[in-house]
């Protein structure tokens, strides 16, 4: 097969031109969820206990549902960890917003699942914090990935799920993830429940029990940070009726 000048340059445009788009949409991306972020009303529980497991050394494994990402992007931010993205336009785009709130990124191949186990090992072999969508990129819906546990056993990690809840969002449901942010202005609850310790060496049974685990834990902190959220909800309403001092 024959590649004529002509083509090789056509080539370059095109990579130059999905470059361009995926800067432009990652900036205006990050811009819109940085804005949006600020005006949230935040309520962190379990962070410090993270940021106290990193300074020890301690090797942390984020966990959290597809559909959760986008809010925990902004409310993390600013630590040293790497996050996981799809090797597509979509996670090329994702991976400039990411590196825009101070997260290193790695993209793993969709469909190519030796050159992805490599892609993950290495970076969990580099890597004290990293953190994953445990049901993604492509689903299903809440069913957690075996292979992160099992690398995360390999490397020494420990697993902090990691989940998030608002009085108002934009659910999208149309997406297989159901895909949520948090509406501007709103109350907004992020929950990192307990540790999850691996034994070092996981039989296939041990994985079924851990993934078991994580799905149940994940949706108990979700479950808790609705109630927060809930209970945020009802305290703000009776400071409009009771006495200063009563709360």
């Not at 097969?1 to 095109?14: D, I």
């Not at 970076?123 to 957690?144: F, L, N, S, T, W």
């Amino acid at each position: 097969m024959y590649v004529t000048r002509g083509m090789e340059q056509k080539g370059v445009e095109s990579l130059r031109k999905k470059s361009l788009w995926v800067s432009l949409l990652g900036y205006m991306g990050s811009l819109l969820l940085h804005l949006n972020g600020l005006t949230w009303r935040k309520e962190l529980v379990g962070v410090k206990e993270l940021d106290s497991r990193l300074t020890r050394g301690e090797r942390v494994l984020l966990c959290f549902w597809h559909g959760k990402y986008l809010s925990l992007l902004f409310l993390l931010r600013g630590r040293n960890g790497c996050v996981f993205t799809s090797r597509s336009f979509r996670g090329e785009v994702i991976f400039n917003i990411c590196h825009r709130f101070g997260y290193d990124c790695v993209e793993i191949p969709e469909f190519e699942s030796a050159q992805a186990l490599k892609c993950l090992r290495d970076a969990m072999g580099k890597y004290q914090a990293c953190g994953i969508a445990i049901d993604g990129p492509r689903g299903p819906y809440h069913v957690v990935k075996r292979t992160p546990v099992q690398l995360a056993s390999s490397f020494g990690f420990v697993i902090l799920p990691v989940s998030v809840a608002s009085r108002h969002s934009f659910v999208f449901r149309s997406r297989w993830d159901r895909m949520e942010l948090p509406r501007p202005f709103t109350k907004v609850c992020l929950v990192i429940g307990e540790a999850i310790r691996l034994p070092a060496a996981l039989s296939s049974r041990d994985t079924r029990a851990k993934t078991r685990e994580i799905r149940e834990k994940l949706d108990e902190i979700e479950l808790r940070a609705k109630r927060q959220v809930s209970r945020s909800n009802l305290l703000e309403a009776g400071k409009k009726f009771l006495p200063p001092g009563v709360f």
